[in-house]
């Protein structure tokens, strides 16, 4: 198989080709699964894609399996509780980030029917276009952050390079 250029020296059982061979550039369905990917990306400004990877399942865990719902309603015993999570980034400002979004994707949820109806709804937007959109609805979500997660789940291109077996299938 063809790799991108990022991965094509890592090992088959990395994380790293594991994250590109089975979900970089695939689009993602459900809602929590769209805050969870959200929320890595937001944790991983100011680090290693490889810090996050390694810590993915921890944040899955300290974060509610990503449940929105449950996240929306983190109290202050809550933030503690993830400030004190060494398996995760613990960073005050990220943490809080990830309980507002989730209550702000809830009022999307109302108001759209879905989170993924909302990303569908402007889908056609120029990353330009999507970075505004961000920083206008959630914390935390800078040109970068709003680039690598729309990349993430296929919403804008660049995920593969041309020459990658997956470009095709993402594309």
């Known amino acids: 198989m063809s790799y991108c250029q ?19 550039g695939f689009e993602l369905v459900d809602d929590n699964a769209l805050f969870g990917r959200l929320l890595l990306e937001i944790n991983q400004a ?14 899955y865990n300290a974060y509610d399996g990503f449940v929105i719902a449950k996240v929306a309603a983190y ?28 209550n702000r994707i ?24 999507w970075t505004k959109l961000f920083k ?11 680039n690598e997660f729309l990349m993430s789940i296929g919403y804008l291109e660049g995920a593969h390079d041309i020459g990658c077996e997956l470009y095709v299938k993402t594309a």
Not at 6 to 19: G, K, M, V
Request: glycine share 6%.
């Open 6 to 24: 990022f991965c094509q020296h890592e090992p088959a059982d990395s994380l790293h080709r594991i994250y590109h061979d089975t979900q970089y």
């Open 46 to 59: 100011g680090l290693s894609w490889s810090t996050i990877l390694k810590k993915s399942d921890n944040f």
């Open 75 to 102: 109290d202050d015993v809550d933030r503690q509780r993830l400030m004190n999570d060494a398996g995760i980034v613990r960073n005050r400002l990220k943490i809080n980030a990830a309980i507002v979004n989730a």
């Open 106 to 129: 809830i009022e999307i949820q109302q108001q759209h029917g879905s989170f993924k109806s909302w990303l569908d709804k402007h889908r056609h937007y120029t990353k330009a276009e």
């Open 136 to 146: 206008k609805t959630f914390l935390f979500t800078g040109g970068e952050i709003v």
